[in-house]
């Protein structure tokens, strides 16, 4: 009988805890619109062009070992992902980023940047892209330096 009782208060808490859930969710999705979630750009007699804001210019290394800056890409949408072979998420999301390439190589440039830094090496990252076959661009990062 004590049994039934605490699972009748357990199960009543659940759907206590759902329905101020939903509540909850359903007043917040109404007062933020889209519109209030993005940043509005300040109106300046400024031309279009230097209203951008651009990402830091960094240096990488490709497999050659030629030294490449972010801006040397400026002109094509740009792809930007920072990489390690020991990490699971980055493991599970580089097959989607190869078949992306392989479909758009040509319109959009990939970046993607091993962190050989640290836990990283360089022949560890050069033997993942080896393994897995995977074509595209690879940059190493030696010594990140926001220019």
């Excluded at 999705?29 to 279009?48: A, I, K, R, W, Y």
């Excluded at 390690?84 to 390439?101: L, N, R, T, V």
């Excluded at 959009?108 to 080896?130: D, H, Q």
Aim: include cysteine.
């Amino acid at each position: 009988m004590k049994n039934k009782k605490t699972l009748i208060i357990l199960i009543l808490a659940f759907v206590v805890l759902l329905g101020g859930a939903y509540i909850l969710y359903s007043q917040l999705g109404e007062s933020q619109t889209p519109d209030q979630l993005s940043v509005e750009q300040q109106e300046s007699n400024e031309t279009e062009e230097n209203q951008k804001t651009l990402a830091p210019d960094f240096t990488v290394y490709d497999a050659d070992g030629n030294q490449v800056k972010l801006h040397d890409f400026i002109g094509k949408p740009i792809v930007l992902n920072f990489w390690a072979s020991w990490c699971g998420p980055c493991q599970m999301e580089m097959p989607d980023f190869h078949e992306k390439y392989l479909e758009l190589g040509d319109e959009i440039n990939f970046l993607m940047v091993n962190m050989t830094t640290g836990r990283e090496t360089l022949e560890s990252a050069k033997k993942f892209i080896a393994e897995k076959e995977y074509t595209f661009p690879v940059f190493m990062i030696q010594n990140l330096t926001l220019l």
